[in-house]
């Protein structure tokens, strides 16, 4: 009779052992780090490449890329500026430092770029919006 006893209290403090702390250590992990190359929600342009050829000939890809600011800014950004296509041209011509007080050298203008180009490339950027 009292190894009944024994054997039962043994269950009983088994079952209280089971059933009493279930805890679920895994469900609060940290997220993993986030991944520093993720890029950023601007998505880049891509330049057309009949666009691409106007701008290497005409010697602007010197100083500009369409995305990235380099010796002049980035296209992108010059679209944001709500310029006409004609203005455009017109700085291209005849630019006008004083726009961007943040670069130190400034553009020179290109008279020489025939207009129809000029306004290929300034009809392109204002599409950049
Ligand atoms: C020698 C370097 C250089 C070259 C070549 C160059 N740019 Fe620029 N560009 C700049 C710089 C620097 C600025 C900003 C400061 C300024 O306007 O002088 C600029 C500004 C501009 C702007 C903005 C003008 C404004 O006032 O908001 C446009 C548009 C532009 N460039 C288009 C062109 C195009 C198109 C070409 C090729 C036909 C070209 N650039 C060639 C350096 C250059």
Redesign the pocket.
Known sequence: MKKVTIVLSFAALFIAACSGGSTNSNSTETPTTLDATTPDATAEIEVPADINEL?SK???L???NANEKV???AYVE?AK?N?TPEQ?VE??YK???S??PD?Q????G?PN?PKEE?LK?ANW?VSLK
Request: charged share 5%.
């Open positions: 701008l005409n010697t602007c010197t100083c500009h010796v002049g800014p010059v500026r310029y455009i700085l291209i630019p006008k430092p726009n961007w670069y050298t400034p553009m020179i290109l770029v000029a490339i950027i």
